[in-house]
């Protein structure tokens, strides 16, 4: 994981220092403002979740805060507790304008992880219900957008906008994992959200791979072929169906 960084300045010109030992981060408006300011708006924030499980789509989420009602509590989804987080869902989603898309199993067996990632959040920005004038995206890497786009490495946890993207995009893949787990019991989806814990690799082992395992990650890769993985790669269409959440 990228070392989160900022901006402090000590003169006209601008140095990066790291934070200091116990020092807490949390995200600001302050990125929003400053565009906003210039009279850029909609701004958007977006995220993903679900590049490392063994299992289950990558989903990305967009979201458009509004300004005066920004929810209180707000920050990067992984530094909240999944109560903490199911409160902030149903705040976000009553108060912006929200999008979300969902990358396929498929698709990432075909693509790789991170271009289905940025595919999942160019579908999720051009969702939006308004569509933004400039997009502040985690990470490294732009995405193909109508728009300015501004990546911003640790960005969940320095632009709001992008932390209540990663929150809506944390529930709504939790929440779908949890629907997998009763209809695929045994694996323990609804416990580790697919992630390769030593039970889910177990559980593996036992009862072999279900159609939302993806092919192309090593733990799952073993219990196929590299012809059967090749087979599946071929038959993929790209042309899948975008899942959007509105507020």
Known sequence: MARTHRAMSRSPAKSARLPLA?????????RERAAMKCGVWPIAGCDEAGRGPLAGPVVAAAVVLDPKRIPRGLNDSKKLTREEREALYDKICA?????????????????NILRASLWALARAVKALPVQPRLVFVDGRDKIDVDCDCQAVISGDALVLSIAAASVVAKVTRDRLM??????????????HMGYGVPAHVKALAQLGPTIHHRRSFAPVAQCYGEADIAEAADETDSRLPLQQLRA
């Open 22 to 30: 116990g020092e807490v981060l949390r995200p600001s408006f302050r």
């Open 95 to 111: 108060t912006a304008e929200v999008a979300v898309a969902f990358g396929s199993t498929a698709r990432i067996d075909r693509d």
């Open 178 to 191: 949890t629907r997998l787990g009763a209809a695929h019991p045994g694996y323990g989806f609804e416990q």
